[in-house]
């Protein structure tokens, strides 16, 4: 073959051209080797420029390839104004040839030409060369060239390119018939979308609706919207830094940063033409509202965002003259019209500047926000078109305005302007400006004053400090620091962006290599070159990232910023909102909203709210109403119901335009106090989520927070942390602080009260939830058994998935719609905002890291670790050098800093997470040697630090980057590796986690296991067993191989673990290898526990500073702050160790010396337990140091760096320690160490007092007896000392134990003991009640001391007995009855003395209630916290226990909290016989029979019906000859009192207690019912819970329930029959009471009971009372939704007996039955515009979401219990509601979501339809009557009245039966009878029967019909026939429903009367629509 021909001789510009393919591609490398070589001023770069357009453009595409590269090297080099040249012939074939090219290198290759050419000069040029090949024939062009402009833009940005072109050719890509094109063109508009926003909306009005659809879903899923920065540079962007590389360039980033003017790339329109016929005629009319109309109108032809030049003099000057209009809303709209007007026109409207200035800034004499607020933003419009000296003039002369808010206004507007930035005022205007701000400085008005100093601020910052010196000078020092205050604030913009003087913006670093593509975004570069570096890319140096842009805020950072600024001033005062208040709603109406009656200002409220709600939005200024109603009725407001409607209107006023978070902080902390209210919490919760709605939620919280600091009360912290709770659920935690929000969580961890912590507790599992275990780092510093109850919460949330929010906040709506129109509804895991540091990790650290002085490279590593935590550790990766800095610190001289460089490692791996992953690669390796370090703690820190790796890099990734480092022959290094190697493949076992890739260590492990060291070889073994059974043999031999003489090691190792190994037979992953089968293999490394890990020290780099300070200084004398010591000595606390210490004894004071052996300090333990001859002077000065750390905050921090709260901790620990000592000590005879000891006992309560901190019975059996036994001291001031002691000590212990305890100080045998305990307990008794004890326990032992031998002692138990006296007056006998008679005889006369027990009786609160160490009130706020039962339990939750165990419980001395009662809180005494009975107890009952006789509604069931207006005798409880112990006109507190303690023993487990306080609860009920409203919620809970005991109890028939029950119903009647008391039950209250009255109707053991039928009866009775008298809006919905549990339990006892699951239906029927007694009186309802017809249809709405429509006909096909009954009682509900409202039913859908995706809206739907329907055909039969129907509708109505009659008869009873009255038989019989004769009858017969089906047939009134006819069968046995014959001509759905009618109606007419008492409801017409309805539905479906 001959040889090829050389060419590579001749010139290249004749290879270029050459006919062969290949020398064309020769001479294009050679050409490329010559641009890339040549420099740039070589004349080669213009000798080729004529043949790139033939080169590009070649037909064959290896040559096409190669040209293409030619070209991309010469553009790389070539001079730009050369290169320049051929873009005018490259581009087009580059857009029309090569990127269409079949082959993907040269696609890549032209689009990255494209992208270089618009690098070397400007990108717009290129892109006008690509726009006409949109035009192009070829759809595969097309798209291409569509694609190119998104990868142009995607690189330069729309800062660089002009987007106004390619937006033009937008709707031609999308109207393309090719896919691809249109694919491209989404994916091009995403891309400018991600850039400019929702400025592209306009652009896109052509396109298709579905496209804009498609769109806007991709919209949706953009995360980068605004924050977009471009990813490559132009050459004149790598110019300038270069130039400036090392140089801040913050001010040039931020320039570069400002988002793109959608002006510029606006068509303009005409908006001149389109202004409205009659305008200019409209807007001078007299009327307001036509002006205002005309407005509008012009309003919304002015909308288009860019104005073409014209004349708009008339215009502009019609609108000058509306703003002095006398109607706000007129001015308001002509401002904004000005505003739009200029912002359309914007440097064009300088020529109407001047007309709109002067009326525009002197209408800010305006009050009104709104109106202000538009007038400012029309000023701010004008001065687009203005600079300084234009507006100088006419600011300076409305500073001289004698109206205020005109100053203030005019130079609020001059400061935006200077702000801006736009022109610099100059020598004149400076002068001017100023010389007018310091007169207004001296102005009278203080908010002319503030604005006049930060005008001057301002002013001085725009212009410097220099040319004001002259004039700052002149201002007082005492205004010239507010001046400068502003001047430090002030932020003044330059023309391209904002200047900040002090801090660097947060920047992204942009790193583009291999032709500008960065690592994260898509390569376009040349990928056969990866090392090819253009002036392009970006490289960072040494000393910092060179950034690009400043990358946009985040929204979580743009939240921040919010929460930080300042809230607007709000712009009235409380007597100026009045005023308008006045003259918008009326004086009168304003004037009652303080009237004293509260019933009239509860109607001020409703007329208020009315007005508010009839005006137009626009009208109502939400401010007004706010700061109105905070004066009147105002917060102290004490009336609920007047509260109701008070925050009812701020609910409203939230949905107001108005509205904003100034209004909204006025309200929030005073709504925030009342969610803890139980009646109106509800509608402040409703309230504050309105409030979220419209200002955000972090707003709302931020306001809320400072009430929750500073309230004292845990129900209101513990309230609120359960509303926030639901609220993010509602909501979610988008926006909100979380490090803010988790700081006031800690308020409720570290609260006494269980509630708090409880719902702080759940509060942070729903952030749990929704951030991740993030949350987790900010509460590390709680202690640590809450710390573990935490843990466990978020354990629990971490399995539950976030919620998606259902609900919407104000401030971000837009973001939280487009987030949750997305495809996955919740984000996976909402990331916690982290914090830059960059900006503190200056140059100065970083040097100061590297400083040769040890102590500054600690002190910069202590600076970096305080940073850390500082962010809460979460910081962002802009680290700078500091990962090289650090790294340099790993090999330190110091060790100490080692290990500290090594735990600041590990910190930044959590704090950064996985994008500190490129970081840890380069920097484990750094750490990886220190495993061979001799020092433990380097070690353990460098362990820790490879664990932590391990969190953000893969177990693959990090062996494989540590492979090479392993291998280091140190045998100590090589000992921990393969020590670390094998736990972490035992760990990764154990949990069943994928083994990582063990090749990157077989070679290592082999190594190992040939090392010299034994235990390195014993270690490598166990990792060794892995390998051999995940890898094959011949892989181990393999590398075997590699290593010499490794094989006679490795494989008899090998042979010994693959045949008998347990791991070969069974998966390896899942089994650990066997010790036997391994030859010297230690049992504990296979283990494959972390114990090494778990046993090493923690990383002393991380320790407290403060250690660090005081490491040479004395120990602080308490040790530990951990309580789980003392829990456990608690435990410990009995037997021989228990502490009784009557006499000192050796053994136990050598226990607490071993007690005191790990908290205390050696010193102090020392001198404590001190045996030494100054043994004395050895307690006095360790009790010295104790009590000074007590007493005095400072001592402690000062002497050892403690903290108070620290402090505290410590002592709160070891508390039972200090106390057991103190009764050492007591027993010590010297007096200065007693006193001492005294005053280290006060210091110590104190302490516990302010934190809150209350005894525990194992700390006060330890202390309380000997210190009470020391109270009998000879010495005057240790007994004052200690009676002063006992005060406080009630403070932090109850007083009721206190007091048990001071009674067994009465056994002892000093007299002076048992007088001063004596004294004591009168003390109690006085200051706290009686019920601070057991009065028949207590009073007995106190009255044996008067026949004490000691005369001190008589009186001090004659002066307690008094005490007790002045409680209960003559009752105390009952107490003391068996004390002898001379005991009696001396407290007769004793008594006899005082004066009559009314006047204690009468007596207000003695001012001794207030001595007890400042308010009672204080202090009995601090008991509830340790035996206060809750005011409402709620019954629902509250199981009911069996007799035995409320008995047991109930005599048990320590009674359970649920049941117990805060005697120290109640002032009052014992209601009754104070024998404890149980409900089981029949010592001194009645009878049953004597009991009917003292409850009147007994007395009643026997005989006469109970009346709702008789009054009830009072014989039959004697109360006219019974004391009463209350005096109803007594203050609030004493009735409160009274109602919280006959509410407790109404609940108590004693049935004659109960029955005593329903006794006391009947005359205040029939006297005094106000008494009862604050509480009647709490009562009827406390009777419902009795109730429901009551039935639960095993034997019902015990005579004490029997009365019980009697009793209990007697007081339900009672408070029934009154109609106020029975309308304001709620219904969380009358839910449960509804279910136990029905269920005690169908209890079997009741009705067996002996008053078993006259219990139903009145169960009966009070069903009837319930339904008429209480709220019926709240009976429909707890009804409903006990519809909706009866069935759901229903169905779920598919399993259950068939008398439970008939029991269950008769209830379920019962519910119905209610339910259809209550619909009779809609009409009335509505009628009286009583019913909330929209909550109905919202309850009916919820019940078909639980139960759709289709499963109950499911359950009717299958014969379940009770059918579809359910069903068609709620067709009922709603056909009485269509009847009624027609067509106004569908305006009470507002309340369901989505309302037509509804059941009820379908099948109110249908009920409407079919009634007209009716109406029409029956409109049509009135208007031709037919004369053969005429008898029967006669009849007809007959038949109504009779059908009327009986139903009026049964709706006064429920227990009516479903037989039918006889009435309507006789009066038949009797009109069929007189009939002339038979052929009239038949006759009249025939006509009623035709008439009867005919009205069936179309559908009227069928259950009815169905009766009559059976009654005609019944009177008319003949005309059975006539029947038969038409039910046989009808159709069979008529057929079907009269034959199951009829037989029904025989069946029930044979049945008895159920001895279960019902409901009458065979009378009910709205059960006859139900039929109807159920008929329609069923024959349709036919």
């Known amino acids: 073959m001959a040889e090829e021909e050389d060419y590579s001789s001749l010139p290249i510009t004749e290879r270029l051209v050459h006919k062969l393919w290949k020398v064309r591609v020769s001479a294009c490398e050679d050409l490329t080797k010559i641009f890339k070589t040549s420099p740039k001023e070589s004349p080669e770069f213009s000798n080729y420029t004529s043949y790139f357009k033939k080169m590009v453009s070649d037909s064959n595409l290896p040559a096409q390839i190669a040209a293409l590269g030619s070209l991309q090297a010469y553009l790389e080099n070539a001079p730009e104004e050369i290169a320049i040249k051929t873009r005018g012939t490259v581009v087009p074939v580059i857009c029309e040839k090569v990127l269409s090219s079949t082959r993907t290198d040269a696609r890549l290759k032209g689009m990255e030409i494209l992208l270089l050419y618009m690098e070397i000069d400007v990108p717009d040029p290129v892109i006008e060369k690509i726009l006409p090949q949109i035009n192009h024939r070829t759809p595969k062009v097309i798209s291409a060239n569509v694609s190119a402009l998104k990868e142009a833009i995607e690189c330069y940005g729309t800062k660089n390119i002009s987007i106004a072109p390619i937006l033009k050719v937008i709707p031609k890509i999308f109207a393309h018939s090719d896919k691809k094109v249109r694919e491209e063109g989404f994916n091009l508009v995403t891309e400018i979308y991600e850039w400019i926003g929702p400025g592209i909306e306009t652009f896109l009005e052509p396109l298709k609706p579905i496209q804009v659809k498609e769109l806007h879903e991709k919209f949706e899923k953009c995360q980068n919207v605004g924050k977009r920065t471009q990813k490559r540079l132009l050459r004149s962007q790598q110019e300038v830094q270069e130039q400036e590389m090392d140089v801040d360039m913050a001010d040039d980033d931020e320039m570069d940063d400002e988002p793109i003017d959608l002006y510029d790339i606006q068509d303009p329109v005409n908006v001149l033409s389109k202004i409205p016929k009659g305008f200019y005629d409209t807007i001078k009319s007299t009327k307001w509202k036509e002006r205002k109309a005309a407005l509008e109108e012009l309003s919304a032809v002015l909308s288009p965002p860019k104005y073409e030049d014209g004349k708009y003099n008339e215009l502009v000057s019609t609108l000058a003259k509306r703003i002095s209009d006398p109607n706000i809303l007129c001015v308001t709209l002509s401002a904004n019209c000005i505003e739009k007007i200029a912002k359309g026109l914007r440097n064009s409207f300088s020529n109407y500047k001047n007309i709109v200035m002067e009326p525009l800034l002197e209408k800010l004499k305006e009050k009104k926000q709104s109106v202000i607020e538009a007038l400012s933003n029309a000023l701010d419009a004008v001065y687009i078109c203005c600079t300084i000296p234009d507006i100088t003039e006419v600011i300076v002369d409305k500073m001289k305005n004698k109206n205020p808010n005109v100053k203030s206004e005019s130079i609020k507007w001059l400061i935006r302007c200077l702000k801006t930035g736009k022109s610099i005022p100059q020598r004149e205007q400076i002068k001017l400006l100023s010389e007018g701000l310091l007169k207004a400085l001296t102005d009278s008005n203080s908010v002319v004053r503030d604005s006049a100093a930060e005008g001057l601020g301002t002013l001085m910052k725009c212009v410097g400090e220099k040319p004001m010196q002259v004039y700052i000078e002149q201002v007082e020092k005492t205004r010239e620091a507010k001046v400068r205050e502003f001047y430090e604030k002030a932020e003044i913009k330059s023309v391209k962006g904002v200047k900040k003087s002090k801090s660097k913006p947060t920047t992204q670093p942009v790193a583009i290599r291999g032709g500008g593509a960065s690592k994260i975004n898509k390569t376009v570069g040349n990928s056969t070159k990866p090392n090819l570096k253009k002036k392009g890319t970006v490289t960072p140096k040494s000393t910092s990232p060179m950034t690009v842009k400043p990358v946009a805020r985040s929204n979580a950072m743009a939240i921040d910023n919010d929460v930080s600024m300042s809230v607007e001033s ?156 639901s609220n993010l659920l509602d909501f979610g935690c988008d926006g909100i602080d979380i490090s803010e929000l988790i700081n006031i969580l800690k308020i409720g961890f570290n609260h006494s009260a269980p509630a708090c912590r409880k719902n702080a507790i759940a509060v942070i599992a729903t952030l749990r939830m929704f951030c991740g275990p993030d949350v987790r780092n900010f509460i590390e510093d709680l202690n640590p058994t809450l710390l573990s109850t935490i843990d466990a919460e978020l354990e629990k949330a971490s399995k539950r998935s976030p919620p998606k929010p259902t609900r919407i906040q104000g401030s971000s709506q837009s973001q939280n719609i487009a987030s949750m129109n997305q495809d996955n509804m919740v984000p996976e895991e909402p990331v916690i905002v982290k914090v830059d540091i960059s900006e503190h990790l200056n140059e100065t650290l970083i040097n100061k890291l590297g400083d040769s002085n040890w102590r500054s490279r600690k002190e910069a590593l202590d600076e970096i670790e305080e940073l850390i935590n500082n962010a809460n550790k979460h910081i962002k990766p802009n680290l700078g050098e500091l990962p090289v800095a650090l790294n340099h610190r790993f090999n330190d001289s110091n060790k100490n800093l080692i290990v500290k460089a090594i735990d600041l490692y590990s910190l930044l791996v959590t704090a950064v997470g996985p994008p500190f992953i490129n970081h840890a690669k380069l920097m484990i390796n750094s750490i990886l040697p220190l495993f061979g370090d001799n020092k433990v703690q380097i070690r353990n820190s460098a362990l820790n630090a490879l664990n932590t790796t391990m969190k953000i890099m893969p177990i693959d990734v990090l062996i494989q980057t540590i492979s090479e480092t392993m291998t280091n022959d140190q045998p100590s290094f090589r000992k921990e590796m393969s020590n670390w190697l094998n736990d972490t493949l035992n760990d990764l076992t154990s949990n069943n986690k994928p083994l990582p890739d063990l090749n990157n260590i077989l070679h290592v492990n082999i190594l190992y296991l040939m090392d010299k060291n034994n235990e390195v070889r014993r270690a490598a073994q166990g990792s060794f067993t892995y390998i051999a059974n995940e890898l094959s043999v011949d892989t181990i031999k393999k590398a075997c191989t590699r290593i010499r003489g490794s094989s006679s090691v490795v494989m008899p190792l090998l042979e010994s673990i693959r045949p008998g190994s347990t791991i070969v037979n069974s998966p390896p992953k899942q089994t650990t290898p066997t010790v036997k089968e391994i030859p010297g293999l230690s049992k504990a490394r296979l283990a494959g526990s972390n114990k090494r890990r778990s046993q090493a020290t923690p990383p002393m780099g991380l320790a407290s500073k403060r250690e660090a300070v005081m490491g040479s200084a004395s120990k602080p004398p308490i040790l530990t702050m951990d309580n789980r010591a003392k829990e456990m000595r608690a435990e410990k606390d009995r037997g021989l160790t228990k502490w009784t210490l009557d006499n000192p004894r050796q053994e136990l004071t050598s226990l607490l010396s071993e007690q005191c052996e790990n908290h205390f300090s050696s010193d102090i333990k020392t001198q404590l337990f001190s045996n030494s001859h100054y043994k004395e002077k050895d307690y006095l000065s360790s009790l010295n140091i104790l009590t000074s750390c007590l007493a005095d905050r400072q001592y402690a921090t000062q002497k050892w760096g403690l903290s108070w709260e620290e402090n505290c901790l410590r002592f709160i620990s070891v508390t039972d320690l200090i106390l057991k000592y103190l009764t050492l000590r007591f027993c010590d005879t010297n007096t200065t160490v007693l006193i001492k000891c005294l005053d280290l006992l006060d210091a110590l309560f104190v302490v516990l007092d302010e934190n809150g901190y209350y005894l525990s019975e194992y700390e006060a059996s330890c202390f309380l007896p000997s210190f009470i036994n020391k109270i009998g001291d000879s010495k005057d001031i240790i007994r004052q000392r200690i009676k002063n002691l006992i005060k406080q000590l009630c403070r932090i212990y109850p007083a009721s134990r206190t007091f048990n305890y001071i009674c067994e100080g009465l056994k002892s045998k000093n007299s002076r003991v048992r007088v001063e305990c004596l004294n004591e307990l009168g003390s109690l008794i006085q200051r706290n009640g009686l019920n601070v004890c057991h009065p028949n326990k207590a009073l007995p032992v106190i009255s044996n001391q008067i026949l004490d031998r000691d005369a001190n002692v008589r009186n001090a138990a004659l002066n307690t007995l008094v005490e007790a006296y002045k409680q209960v007056g003559d009752n105390i006998y009952k107490y003391i009855s068996n004390i002898p008679e001379r005991s009696r005889q001396l407290l007769d006369e004793k008594l006899k003395r005082l004066p009559s027990y009314n006047m204690y009786q009468n007596k207000p609160m003695t001012n001794d209630m207030n001595q007890m160490g400042g308010n009672i009130m204080n202090d009995n706020r601090r008991m509830q916290h340790v035996d206060v039962m809750p005011q409402s339990p709620t019954p629902m939750e509250i199981d009911g226990p069996s007799n035995d165990n409320i008995q047991k419980s109930f005599q048990d001395n320590h009674i359970k909290k649920e049941f117990s009662l805060d005697i120290d809180k109640l002032n009052l005494p014992q209601l009754s016989n104070p024998v404890n009975y149980t409900l089981n107890n029949n010592m001194n009952a009645t009878s049953p029979m004597v009991m009917e006789n003292e409850s009147p509604i007994m007395n009643n069931l026997s005989g006469n019906p109970l009346s709702t207006n008789s009054s009830i005798s009072n014989n039959g409880f004697g109360y006219e000859n019974r004391r009463s112990l209350y005096d109803y006109s007594s203050n609030g507190i004493q009735k409160d009192y009274m109602m919280d303690f006959i509410t407790t023993q109404i609940m108590s487990g004693v049935s004659s207690e109960s029955v005593d306080a329903l006794k006391q609860l009947d005359p205040i009920l029939r006297n005094h019912p106000e008494i009862v409203i604050p509480h009647i919620n709490q009562t009827i809970n406390a009777i419902t819970f009795q109730m429901k005991l009551v039935f639960n109890s095993d034997n019902i028939n015990a005579p004490g329930l029997v009365r019980l029950c009697k009793h209990l119903i007697n007081v339900l009647v009672l408070i029934f029959s009154n109609v106020e008391l029975s309308k304001i039950i709620v219904k969380d209250s009358l839910y449960p ?113 639980a139960t759709p429509p289709s499963e109950w006909k499911k359950r009717a096909s299958e014969n379940f219990p009770v059918g579809d009954m359910p069903l068609r009682t709620i067709k009922t509900i709603l056909s009485e509601l269509t009847s009624s409202l027609s067509d106004r039913i569908f305006e009470n859908f507002d309340l369901i979501n989505d309302p037509q995706k509804s059941y009820v809206y379908s099948y109110v739907s249908h009920m409407v339809q079919s009634q007209k329907k009716r109406n029409a055909l029956h409109n049509q039969s009135t208007s031709n009557p037919s004369s053969g129907y005429s008898s029967p509708v006669m009849t007809q109505q007959k038949y109504n009245t009779q059908m009327n009659m009986t139903q009026s008869n049964s709706n006064n009873s429920i227990s009516s039966t479903n037989t039918f009255n006889s009435v309507n038989s006789n009066k038949n019989n009797t009109n069929i009878n007189n009939s002339n004769n038979n052929g009239e009858v038949e006759s009249e017969l025939d006509h009623r029967l035709d008439y009867l089906f005919e009205e069936m047939r179309k559908g009227n009134q069928i259950k009815p019909t169905i009766k009559e006819i059976y009654q005609i069968q019944q009177t008319y046995p003949e005309a059975k026939s006539k029947i038969d014959e038409r039910i046989n001509n009808s159709s069979p759905l008529i057929r079907t429903l009269v034959r199951r009618g009829l037989t029904t109606l025989y069946e029930s007419s044979n049945e008895n009367q159920s001895s279960i008492p019902t409901f009458s409801h065979h009378s009910d017409s709205s059960s006859n629509r139900l039929s109807m309805m159920s008929t329609r539905s069923s024959g349709k479906s036919k």
């Open 570 to 725: 709000l712009t009235m005062t409380e007597e100026e909102a009045e005023t308008q208040a006045k003259a918008l709603f009326g004086e009168s109406t304003i004037d009652d909203l303080q009237a004293k009656v509260w019933k009239v200002r509860l109607a001020a409220t409703d007329t208020l709210l009315n007005e508010i709600k009839e005006k137009n939005s626009s009208e109502v200024n939400a401010e007004t109403i706010t700061k109105l109603l905070s004066v009147k009725p105002g917060w102290k407001e004490s009336n609920f119901q007047v509260n109701t409607r008070m925050y009812t209107i701020f609910k409203y006023i939230a949905t107001l335009p108005s509205f904003n978070e100034p209004i909204a902080a006025i309200s929030i902390p005073k709504i925030t106090e009342k969610i803890s209210d139980l009646k109106i919490k509800k509608i402040a919760g409703e309230c504050l989520e309105s409030y979220i709605e419209a200002i955000g939620f972090q707003s709302v919280l931020k306001y809320m927070y400072n009430t929750i600091k500073e309230t004292n009360n845990p129900k209101t912290i513990a309230d609120s942390f359960m509303w926030i709770n």
């Open 1633 to 1745: 009471l509804f279910e136990e009255v029905l269920k005690g109707m169908l209890d079997h053991n009741l009705t067996k009971s002996e008053a078993g039928s006259q219990l139903v009866r009145a169960l009966n009775i009070l069903m009837v009372r319930i339904l008429d008298n209480s709220n019926r809006n709240i009976s429909f919905s707890a009804l409903l939704l006990l519809l909706e549990k009866s069935s759901a339990i229903l169905i779920s006892m598919s399993n259950e007996s068939n008398e439970k699951v008939t029991l269950q239906a008769k209830f379920t029927e019962l519910v119905m039955k209610c339910l259809w007694k209550m619909t009779k009186a809609i009409h009335k309802m509505l009628e009286t515009q009583t019913l909330e017809v929209n909550q109905l249809l919202l309850d009916i709405n919820n019940l078909f979401i």
